[in-house]
């Protein structure tokens, strides 16, 4: 028997870093404020880790979603692979030429173009899609605050995420 809503365990698991972060804040506040000698010299820089794991938690918790989408998202070694019900298959991160979200899909999917391949469309709440964030962190020049904000967008448009090469030109580049 559980004293906790499923709804507020859901809501507490998605922003996890951010509390953690704000139990360790106010351990370094209260070492900074509340004590002397050793453990106030420590307050500092605990203070400093708690502050960058709660800002990494805020970007983490926006990029979960709700789970229960089709299909699992497995990474390993550089290599995102998507098992879904319908469609499925394999990217490298390496080979990887352009991250695009399309929200005119529902639920909204991560498609992931290759030159050799077919593109591999990833539901953004598959199970394990939170492993996501750190995949799409490694590539180059990736705006992770564009990205965020486009997942958290109303439009229906797909939108280019992060190109290797642009195909564009000048007066329509992404960045």
Request: no cysteine; net charge neutral.
């Amino acid at each position: 028997m559980s004293f906790i809503r499923p709804e507020a365990a859901a809501e507490m698991n998605r922003w996890r870093e951010v509390l953690y972060g704000g139990a360790i804040l106010a351990l370094g506040l209260f070492w900074i404020f509340g004590s002397r000698g050793l453990l106030y010299l420590l307050g500092f820089p605990v203070t400093i880790i708690a502050l960058i794991l709660i800002w990494v938690g805020i970007q983490r918790g926006r990029f979960r979603t709700d789970a229960g989408g089709a299909g699992a998202v497995q990474i390993d070694e550089g290599q995102i692979a998507y098992f879904g019900p319908m469609t499925g298959g394999a990217v490298a991160l390496a080979d990887l030429e352009r991250l695009t979200l399309v929200r005119s899909l529902k639920p909204a999917h991560w498609r992931l173009d290759t030159p050799h391949a077919d593109s591999l469309l990833i539901p953004v709440n598959a199970a394990g899609s939170e492993a996501l964030f750190d995949a799409f962190a490694t590539l180059p020049d990736l705006k992770t605050e564009r990205m965020l904000s486009e997942l958290n967008g109303s439009d229906d448009q797909p939108v280019v995420i992060w190109e290797k090469r642009t195909m564009r030109p000048a007066h329509l580049r992404l960045h």
